[in-house]
């Protein structure tokens, strides 16, 4: 049997690369059959592994990360019909079931079937079902026939690898984001964050058709990326309000669609913009949106913050302006995307060339063994989407 080894969590600030235990076709006592065992080809770091490994979790030591996953079927089980040996996919980092009632409607980012504990699983994440992470060298997919997106072909796939890798979530969650913020042609977009999702979510505005997508952030070399596929960019240290920058680009200071890409580990901005303030994207994004605008919000917000800056924050209590998005009808979409909604769609935007994703964020291939310096250069605010090559098939 092959070896495999994987990415843990060991404590906050500290990652390291395991030997860990071969996949079966099951879970627990939970057997798999509709399972498939992937080699992987590619697996990327998220933002949502960077508030784990910052110790803003309740992970435990030991966990196995990564719910961006892309491989090859070595092995399926008995049960699965349409997917093959040798098939290259890509893996939904929403795991679903696709029987249950939400499944059935679409809503796969909160299956019933797959967590005990809360609707909707993932997999090497906190409280999302105890499904092992894919930031390993293989990984078991279960409802294989249900969740995998097979690519037509695989010298195709393997030729556009480093934008399909990014189907497995940044690239939906972003168009997710704009979709539901109602961003379509002639639009004017405001997107918080220029992190891999933030910049996934403003190229997702541009091919909705915005007319203009601005992008904010601290950090100068993310608003240059950001530059580099032509957004405008508002630099959240400066103490003009935002209003003000807005209407510098617009000549007025509001859009018609805002996305939140930051989460709950959003700071202020200004002066103050080294203190942690986890509601002020929410309540900055209901004052420039135009009454009866969208705001979609793709961004992380947990029930659970150790690091919390206050009492309410640890349990995901914040201070947010509701009246105000109520007194201008906003339309808020929060939670997971649903992967299965778009990632076909996308996938032939890329095979097509209508998007370049990953020149958009910035992709960066690294072997496995990079995992602690990636996860290092990651949180110091790299403009850089990290994407593991576990068995150097990228790079041959």
Request: aromatic share 6%.
């Amino acid at each position: 049997m092959a070896s495999n080894r994987g990415v843990a969590y060991i404590k906050p600030g500290v990652v390291e690369v395991q030997s860990i235990e071969y996949p079966k076709l099951s879970l627990g006592k939970r057997q798999c059959a509709h399972g498939v065992i992937l080699k992987i080809i590619t697996t990327n770091i998220c933002g949502s592994d960077q508030h784990m490994v910052r110790g803003r979790t309740t992970a435990a030591e030991g966990l196995i990360l990564g719910h961006e996953i892309t491989g090859q079927v070595v092995e399926a089980g008995r049960d699965v019909e349409f997917i093959q040996e040798g098939d290259v996919v890509s893996v939904p980092f929403n795991i679903a079931c696709g029987r249950c009632r939400n499944c059935k409607e679409g809503k796969t980012g909160i299956c019933l079937s797959v967590n005990a504990a809360r609707p909707g699983a993932a997999y090497g994440y906190v409280d999302m079902g105890g499904w092992v992470g894919g930031q390993a060298e293989y990984v078991m997919v279960p409802y294989a026939d249900f969740n995998l997106l097979k690519f037509p072909d695989n010298d195709q796939a393997m030729a556009k690898i480093k934008d399909l890798t990014l189907l497995s979530d940044i690239f939906p969650t972003g168009f997710h984001g704009a979709c539901t913020a109602g961003v379509g042609p002639g639009s004017t977009v405001y997107v918080a964050g220029a992190g891999p999702v933030g910049l996934a979510c403003a190229a997702s505005c541009q091919l909705l058709g915005a007319a203009c997508t601005i992008v904010g952030d601290m950090i100068p070399e993310r608003l240059q990326q950001a530059k580099s596929f032509g957004c405008e960019t508002i630099d959240l240290r400066k103490e003009d309000p935002i209003e003000a920058q807005l209407e510098s680009i617009l000549g007025v200071g509001e859009v018609d669609a805002a996305v939140d890409c930051v989460g709950f580990e959003a700071k202020g901005h200004g002066k103050c913009c080294t203190t942690e303030q986890p509601a002020t994207v929410l309540n900055t994004v209901m004052d420039i949106t135009r009454a009866g605008g969208g705001i979609g919000i793709p961004g992380l917000y947990v029930t659970g913050d150790p690091g919390g800056v206050d009492d309410n924050a640890k349990i995901g209590m914040l201070g947010i302006r509701i009246g105000l998005g109520w007194a201008k009808s906003h339309v808020f979409t929060t939670g997971q995307c649903p992967v299965m909604r778009y990632h076909r769609q996308l996938m032939q935007a890329i095979l097509y060339d209508k998007i370049q994703i990953a020149k958009a964020v910035n992709v960066q291939m690294i072997s496995l063994d990079d995992a602690p310096q990636g996860y290092k250069d990651f949180d110091k605010g790299a403009a850089t989407k990290f994407v593991f090559d576990p068995h150097n098939m990228v790079a041959a």
